[in-house]
């Protein structure tokens, strides 16, 4: 059943009670495939329910999902808003609803792409058959949702586990 973009209850992950919940990770790099495309479906839903409620439709662009670090950007602020409105209440953090509304209002410039807003940019691929939009034919196709999982601070954690078996 598609959310209700005018609820954003609708939106929070859901959860057995008797489950704690696990962190959630959005290192996009280091997902596999099928749960990086997964989770982009899951960062879609609340990003047009994020368009709809701040009136943003001007400021994130419809191919964003196309560009990288405005895909960063938004990851950074679904997971700061799950934490936010859907995490514990944490005392001494009265004002989080507003910190994070206040951090969206910060990052929204980011988000906009001048070339997409210009018309200069490049169109999307026409959508393969049996792709119902292009956000799928993206999903289904683009190397950056199928490429193998690889995690970017794998050399770090590689090389910080070397120096922890070295004796002094």
């Known amino acids: 059943m598609p959310p209700d973009l005018d609820n954003p209850a609708s939106l929070w ?9 696990e962190p959630q990770r959005w290192v996009w790099a280091a997902m596999d495939p099928m749960d990086r495309q997964e989770r ?10 994020l368009r709809a ?8 662009p419809p191919c964003w999902y196309r560009h990288p670090p405005v895909v960063e950007h938004l990851t950074a602020l679904y997971a700061g808003w799950i934490r936010t409105y859907a995490g514990e209440q944490v005392p001494g953090r009265e004002l989080a609803e ?3 509304i206040n951090t969206l209002h910060a990052f929204t410039p980011r ?16 959508v393969p058959p ?17 490429a193998p999982a690889a995690h970017p601070a794998a050399a770090e954690l590689l090389r910080r586990a070397d120096d922890a078996e070295l004796p002094l």
């Not at 992950?13 to 489950?19: F, G, I, N, V």
């Not at 409620?53 to 994130?60: A, D, P, Q, R, V």
């Open 111 to 126: 988000l906009q792409l001048v070339a997409c807003a210009t018309g200069m940019h490049q169109p999307p691929p026409p």
């Open 13 to 21: 992950p859901t959860m057995p009670s008797e489950a704690q919940p």
């Open 53 to 60: 409620t701040f009136e943003l439709h001007n400021s994130i």
């Open 98 to 100: 507003a910190d994070w």
């Open 130 to 146: 049996g792709a119902e939009n292009d956000f799928e034919a993206y999903l289904a196709c683009s190397e950056t949702t199928n």
């Open 40 to 49: 982009l479906r899951e960062l879609a839903i609340w990003v047009d329910w």
